[in-house]
């Protein structure tokens, strides 16, 4: 499975300060077989530190497993119950607003989660009203306090220029914003005499 990591080094965009690159970063599932037509992996064995190793959950697909949306939710953004989530990119969401920049992926998502909201991020000149629009349309939980203007407890950002301040607009008091993977965020010149230290 290529990650957004993964794609950017690729391109040249982040430097691999360790030697050899070889695409790989994120991960799971067990080796069932080798050789032609292997397909989803780029290395035949990886070392990998036992620190960062997660066991996958009962139930869970490798595909489910790979995703990092568990170190943006959990360690970084600490979700709690009853928090409100707004992650960019969205493929999969539970009782949250995800965003996506390509029409055709709403009705794939609305069929297969049909109690969260999706919105196109696109025109981010009123992203930010259409995003609390579809933050009301969701059924109220327990956790739900009255407030003036529906906001949201995370916000889960890869796609910056435009759409920074909308999304902090969003944000509760006291809201957690967690900034990934955003391309149009990554400086385009040679900053390598900078970040390798």
Do not use: C
């Not at 970063?25 to 997660?54: I, M, P, Q, S």
């Not at 360690?75 to 493929?91: E, I, K, M, T, Y």
């Amino acid at each position: 499975m290529s990650t957004k990591l993964d794609r950017s080094k690729l391109r040249g965009r982040v430097r691999d300060t360790r030697g050899t690159f070889v695409p790989g970063l994120e991960f799971a599932g067990v080796v069932e077989a080798v050789g032609e037509g292997l397909e989803l992996g780029y290395a035949t064995h990886l070392n990998a530190d036992w620190r960062y190793l997660k066991r996958t959950p009962d139930g869970w697909s490798d595909r489910e497993a790979s995703i990092t949306a568990y170190y943006a939710l959990k360690p970084l953004a600490n979700l709690q119950r009853g928090d409100r989530v707004l992650p960019s990119q969205s493929s999969k969401s539970a009782k949250t607003v995800g965003t996506v920049g390509d029409p055709r992926k709403l009705d794939f998502l609305h069929s297969r989660h049909p109690d969260a909201a999706f919105i196109l991020r696109e025109p981010a000149s009123n992203f930010e009203s259409r995003a609390r629009q579809a933050l009301t349309s969701l059924p109220a939980n327990a956790a739900d306090e009255e407030v003036e203007a529906p906001e949201f407890d995370v916000v889960l950002a890869s796609v910056m220029s435009d759409w920074f301040w909308p999304n902090y607009q969003l944000l509760r008091k006291a809201g957690r914003m967690v900034l990934f993977g955003s391309g149009a965020f990554t400086p385009r010149a040679d900053l390598h005499p900078v970040w390798d230290f």
